[in-house]
């Protein structure tokens, strides 16, 4: 079997209309340099080369791209024991990509690119999978669904279906913090009913053998939010903490991890309480993102903890209005490369 460290990293592109393409174009065109293995980019190859041109006649993109890439029309014969540095996988749209103007025909091309990446990821043909962002409301307009008929929510959500696994965990790294989520893409009403004992056990286990695993953090050091201000205020203001989340978290420190009860979480996110712990688990999406994106939106990575294979993400969306203006920050890929590399054995 081919090593491991040898294997092509894939990119996906994401949203035809958003700013996927543009972000990927400006790391071949200004940090090739630092891409140390073989990659391999989904993209409808006629919308990838227009938004090439398009960041050229911008003044972006100064060198020609496309004469460095190999070009390849069906994933069956991407030659994948000998890959070419950069090749372009032609994953192909539906309907003409107009960059900033979303179209519910392309959401296929956008799944037909995430089931290409499970595909060869589960089958140990790549060494990780690095989403650029796709449009969630697309692909719930163009009928994109996990294979068990629930609504389309993300990546992760796909990802976690696709391989079958019971339970993923969404956490997002910058330099200055990480931050897990038990709950992700639900509406806020639906919050409290999702923060079950079970979920709480299954994030605090993921997260905790992910920072020993994939980190090398021996004993992490585990800081959970509660669900309600002041931590519900001793089951005056919410009873979530007293019945469902700290019972858990009393029997994963009996077992002698370092993880705290739950925490008021507008006084969690202080400099002194991130400068001691590895990671904070929050309870829902905006309770956590809110305070990380606030210290650095742009540098951050969004990574799936307990899939079979790597798989990470940039911090943002699809931000329609840059796409093909070339004002589109690549660093959060970057760093998505970055930690993909990091985690996928250096
Ligand atoms: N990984 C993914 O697939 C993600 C997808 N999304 C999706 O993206 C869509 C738009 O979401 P929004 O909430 O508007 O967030 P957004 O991140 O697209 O935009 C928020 C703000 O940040 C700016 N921005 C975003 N990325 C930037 C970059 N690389 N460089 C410079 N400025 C940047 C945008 O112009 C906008 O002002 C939604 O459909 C959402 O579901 C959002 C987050 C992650
Ligand atoms: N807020 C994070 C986000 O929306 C990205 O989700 P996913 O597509 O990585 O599941």
Known sequence: MQNTLLKPLLITTGEPAGIGMDIVIDVLAHHSHALSVPLIICADKYAFTERVAQLTRQNVVKKDILANMAVVDDVHTLNLSAPHPICLLH???????????LNANNASMVQAQLDIAHTLA??????AIITAPLQKSVMIDGGVCLDNGDKFSGHTEYFMSKAGVDKVVMMLANAKMKVALVTTHLPLKDVAN???PYAIYQTVQITHD?????FGITCP????????????EDGHLGDEELTVINPVLQTFAKQGMDVSLAMPADTLFTERNLAAADVVIAMYHDQGLAPLKSHGFGDTVNITLGLPYVRTSVDHGTALTLAGTGQASSSSLRR??????MMSGG
């Open 91 to 101: 994953v192909p749209c539906a309907s003409p990509v107009v960059a900033g103007v």
């Open 122 to 127: 589960s089958t140990h043909q790549i060494r």
């Open 194 to 196: 999702a923060i079950t």
């Open 210 to 214: 992910e920072m020993v695993h994939k």
């Open 221 to 232: 050091k585990i800081l959970v939010c509660g669900l309600n201000p002041h931590a519900g």
């Open 336 to 341: 998505a490369i970055d930690m993909a590399m």
